[in-house]
């Protein structure tokens, strides 16, 4: 009678029946898990989401400690491959600790940092079986099974439609990526990348004969699924890299030259004339492709970001302007300006140039460089093809099947971060990380051995154990704060914008400031909170002028704190003479904007607040005319200050 347990112990795809391979399938698991949830809710962007996926982390360094101590039959060996990140670690918390003028920001990056090394230090030292790294890749192919669908539903039914992000309120695409899909994310610049970071596993596994030849067709049909999709987003960036792709996959596939020209040239054709043929003959396409290639377009707009990052970089050489940095860096720039303010330079390069410097720059691309030597080395030891008994022809080595998904992976992100944001979305960043641990497993040999002795291993675990509830601790204040923060800011917009705390329900503004004072409460050193709280305080004197002298009082201590926290921030000083302004201090107000403006003298807001200032004065009224006016060069859609622009000449 045959059984499910051979001889050996040994279960089909399953492994060794024992505790340390049943820890490691769960391990694996986990991982799966935080890949996929992190994915399907809008990358995990929002502070609120990253929050609500935290516990999956200490779960995650909980079972990786157990599996630590289950092995006892053969000493553990640990991979030291992740912790040639360590300095760059380091680096990054120095300049949130010490540099940045930033650091409530700052930490967002470090804590972002952070989980992609827990990541990448689990998935290199679990996931030990062919069987559990091919479910993990299959998990993380899952969601864009979802994500096409719903670009598709975008495109064709219902361009409004947004997925989910483990939050109790509700989330509207923004309007100016209506009619472009963007899957399960906020933008369709990040559903490109994420396209692009998928693209090269399926070509792969559609052209190497390694996987049965049901599986390769499907394949097939998911590469044109995903070709389809990055057309749809209309991002002609990622059309770009998705052409280099097809021209670069070729060669990680087949032995023969000829082959591997014939098939780059033969699919970059067909996609080109493809995006061509759309761009032609789709009118929603060709506007895009106009908007893009203008020089207030992407193309336009990235040459400005980037100019400037190098500006910081050559100012700054050594740390950089500070981590979290680069937007108010650049909001206070001197020489330039745009109409919307950016998160980064749309090139993670320079990011992480301008904000940390040559040094963190080094520590960072040193050890990626240093693996991707090594991966390419052991790519070319390998063979192209072994021969079976029991099959026809010769199939790929699963060593070099897997190196080139890695490479060709890591090739892709590469490529991402070149031109987007990846950093700033961890779900991309997951996928970078799972396509490099796939190097690190194959090529970096290195390890340290735990040895047999129980103590060594009952220390690991809780060490494993420790650090994750440590992780949590401090990470669950910072992104409960910038959760609480970011959404009172968005809510206190739309109750100004809509003066719905004039006219409405006038207890909506009362639960903003409430919101602004919990976010205060889980991390006291967040300024934006503090600013927050003094603007929504100010909205409150047009609820009862003659009672607004108590919350005056609190406004200004609030703006002052914020001044004390990050004195070289032009938004402080601008909320501190908005601030004074409402307290009747007029010196102290004008002195406080002028602080602005001397430190953001590009900025629209920064002119507008000090020309609505001064326009109270009938002798200074052609001066804030003039500041309206520079406001609105420098912003045309800054609807305030058009509207101070209107008042002034009518007076």
């Given at each position: 009678?045959?059984?499910?347990?051979?001889?050996?112990?040994?279960?089909?795809?399953?492994?060794?029946?024992?505790?340390?391979?049943?820890m490691?399938?769960?391990?694996?698991?986990?991982?799966?898990?935080?890949?996929?949830?992190?994915?399907?809710?809008?990358?995990?962007?929002?502070?609120?989401?990253?929050?609500?996926?935290?516990?999956?982390?200490?779960?995650?360094?909980?079972?990786?400690?157990v599996?630590?101590?289950?092995?006892?039959?053969?000493?553990?060996?640990?991979?030291?491959?992740?912790?040639?990140?360590?300095?760059?670690?380091?680096?990054?918390?120095?300049?949130?600790?010490?540099?940045?003028?930033?650091?409530?920001?700052?930490?967002?990056?470090?804590?972002?940092?952070?989980?992609?090394?827990?990541?990448?230090?689990?998935?290199?030292n679990?996931?030990?079986?062919?069987?559990?790294?091919?479910?993990?890749?299959?998990?993380?192919?899952?969601?864009?099974?979802?994500?096409?669908?719903?670009?598709?539903?975008?495109?064709?039914?219902?361009?409004?439609?947004?997925?989910?992000?483990?939050?109790?309120?509700?989330?509207?695409?923004?309007?100016?990526?209506?009619?472009?899909?963007?899957?399960?994310?906020?933008?369709?610049?990040?559903?490109?990348?994420f396209?692009?970071?998928?693209?090269?596993?399926?070509?792969?596994?559609?052209?190497?004969?390694?996987?049965?030849?049901?599986?390769?067709v499907?394949?097939?049909?998911?590469?044109?699924?995903?070709?389809?999709?990055?057309?749809?987003?209309?991002?002609?960036?990622?059309a770009?890299?998705?052409?280099?792709?097809?021209?670069?996959?070729?060669?990680?596939?087949?032995?023969?030259?000829?082959?591997?020209?014939?098939?780059?040239?033969?699919?970059?054709?067909?996609?080109?004339?493809?995006?061509?043929?759309?761009?032609?003959?789709?009118?929603?396409?060709?506007?895009?492709?106009?908007?893009?290639?203008?020089?207030?377009g992407?193309?336009?707009?990235?040459?400005?970001?980037?100019?400037?990052?190098?500006v910081?970089?050559?100012?700054?050489?050594?740390?950089?302007?500070?981590?979290?940095?680069?937007?108010?860096?650049?909001?206070?720039?001197?020489?330039?300006?745009?109409?919307?303010?950016?998160?980064?330079?749309?090139?993670?390069?320079?990011?992480?140039?301008?904000?940390?410097?040559?040094?963190?720059?080094?520590?960072?691309?040193?050890p990626?460089?240093?693996?991707?030597?090594?991966?390419?080395?052991?790519?070319?030891?390998?063979?192209?093809?072994?021969?079976?008994?029991?099959?026809?022809?010769?199939?790929?080595?699963p060593?070099?099947?897997?190196?080139?998904?890695?490479?060709?992976?890591?090739?892709?992100?590469?490529?991402?971060?070149?031109?987007?944001?990846?950093?700033?979305?961890?779900?991309?960043?997951?996928?970078?990380?799972?396509?490099?641990?796939?190097?690190?497993?194959?090529?970096?040999?290195?390890?340290?051995?735990?040895?047999?002795?129980?103590?060594?291993?009952?220390?690991?675990?809780?060490?494993?154990?420790?650090?994750?509830?440590?992780?949590?601790?401090?990470?669950?204040?910072?992104?409960?704060?910038?959760?609480?923060?970011?959404?009172?800011?968005?809510?206190?917009d739309?109750?100004?914008?809509?003066?719905?705390?004039?006219?409405?329900?006038?207890d909506?503004?009362?639960?903003?400031i409430?919101?602004?004072?919990e976010?205060?409460?889980?991390?006291?050193?967040?300024?934006?909170?503090?600013?927050?709280?003094?603007?929504?305080?100010?909205?409150?004197?047009?609820?009862?002028?003659?009672?607004?002298?108590?919350?005056?009082?609190?406004a200004?201590?609030?703006?002052?704190?914020?001044?004390?926290?990050?004195?070289?921030?032009?938004?402080?000083?601008?909320?501190?003479?908005?601030?004074?302004?409402?307290?009747?201090?007029?010196?102290?107000?004008?002195?406080?904007?002028?602080?602005?403006?001397?430190?953001a003298?590009?900025?629209?807001?920064?002119?507008?607040?000090?020309?609505?200032?001064?326009g109270?004065?009938?002798?200074?009224?052609?001066?804030?005319?003039?500041?309206?006016?520079?406001?609105?060069?420098?912003?045309?859609?800054?609807?305030v200050?058009?509207?101070?622009?209107?008042?002034?000449?009518?007076?």
């Open positions: 009678m045959s059984t499910i347990i051979d001889k050996h112990g040994n279960i089909a795809f399953f492994g060794k029946l024992s505790w340390d391979n049943f490691d399938w769960l391990v694996t698991l986990c991982l799966g898990t935080i890949i996929i949830l992190t994915t399907l809710n809008l990358g995990s962007v929002r502070a609120d989401t990253s929050l609500a996926l935290l516990p999956l982390y200490i779960l995650l360094l909980c079972l990786h400690g599996w630590l101590l289950t092995n006892r039959e053969s000493s553990r060996q640990l991979s030291l491959g992740p912790l040639l990140f360590l300095p760059a670690l380091l680096w990054l918390f120095g300049s949130v600790w010490w540099l940045t003028p930033v650091p409530w920001l700052g930490w967002t990056e470090l804590l972002y940092a952070v989980q992609a090394f827990i990541v990448l230090w689990v998935l290199s679990n996931v030990q079986t062919r069987a559990q790294l091919w479910l993990l890749i299959i998990m993380s192919l899952a969601p864009a099974g979802l994500a096409i669908f719903n670009g598709f539903y975008q495109f064709f039914q219902s361009p409004s439609r947004l997925g989910g992000a483990l939050i109790d309120y509700p989330l509207v695409l923004n309007a100016e990526f209506l009619g472009r899909a963007t899957g399960v994310f906020a933008d369709p610049y990040t559903y490109a990348a396209l692009i970071v998928l693209l090269p596993s399926i070509l792969i596994a559609t052209v190497v004969r390694r996987l049965p030849k049901i599986l390769r499907l394949s097939f049909y998911i590469a044109l699924a995903l070709i389809v999709s990055i057309t749809l987003t209309q991002v002609y960036w990622a770009l890299v998705m052409i280099i792709l097809l021209g670069l996959v070729p060669w990680f596939c087949f032995r023969q030259v000829k082959w591997r020209i014939l098939f780059s040239l033969v699919s970059m054709a067909l996609v080109s004339i493809l995006l061509a043929l759309v761009v032609a003959y789709h009118p929603l396409f060709e506007k895009s492709f106009a908007d893009a290639v203008s020089e207030e992407e193309a336009g707009v990235r040459l400005v970001l980037w100019e400037e990052a190098l910081m970089a050559k100012a700054n050489p050594v740390s950089g302007v500070g981590a979290g940095a680069y937007r108010i860096a650049f909001e206070q720039s001197s020489e330039r300006s745009l109409t919307r303010l950016p998160e980064s330079p749309q090139n993670d390069y320079l990011l992480i140039l301008s904000q940390l410097g040559v040094v963190g720059f080094c520590l960072f691309m040193l990626i460089f240093y693996v991707l030597a090594k991966s390419f080395s052991a790519l070319r030891k390998e063979p192209h093809g072994l021969k079976l008994r029991d099959r026809e022809g010769v199939i790929m080595p060593q070099r099947f897997f190196l080139s998904i890695g490479l060709t992976g890591c090739i892709a992100f590469g490529l991402c971060m070149f031109t987007t944001f990846t950093f700033y979305v961890p779900a991309l960043t997951l996928y970078g990380v799972l396509w490099f641990s796939i190097l690190v497993k194959t090529s970096f040999r290195n390890s340290w051995s735990l040895g047999q002795h129980r103590f060594i291993r009952l220390a690991c675990c809780l060490l494993a154990s420790g650090f994750g509830v440590a992780f949590y601790a401090v990470a669950s204040d910072k992104l409960e704060s910038r959760g609480l923060e970011s959404r009172a800011n968005q809510e206190l739309h109750l100004v914008e809509m003066r719905i705390h004039l006219s409405g329900n006038t909506l503004l009362d639960q903003v409430l919101q602004f004072e976010a205060l409460l889980a991390d006291s050193r967040n300024v934006d909170a503090w600013l927050g709280l003094s603007s929504a305080l100010c909205q409150l004197y047009y609820r009862s002028p003659a009672d607004f002298e108590v919350h005056s009082a609190r200004v201590d609030s703006a002052q704190r914020a001044v004390a926290l990050s004195p070289h921030y032009w938004r402080t000083w601008a909320q501190l003479g908005v601030a004074y302004s409402f307290n009747a201090e007029p010196e102290q107000a004008e002195a406080a904007l002028l602080q602005a403006l001397e430190r003298p590009n900025s629209s807001d920064a002119h507008y607040y000090y020309g609505a200032f001064i109270a004065e009938a002798s200074r009224r052609e001066e804030a005319l003039g500041h309206a006016r520079r406001a609105l060069e420098i912003n045309p859609d800054n609807s200050a058009r509207r101070l622009e209107q008042k002034l000449l009518i007076f």
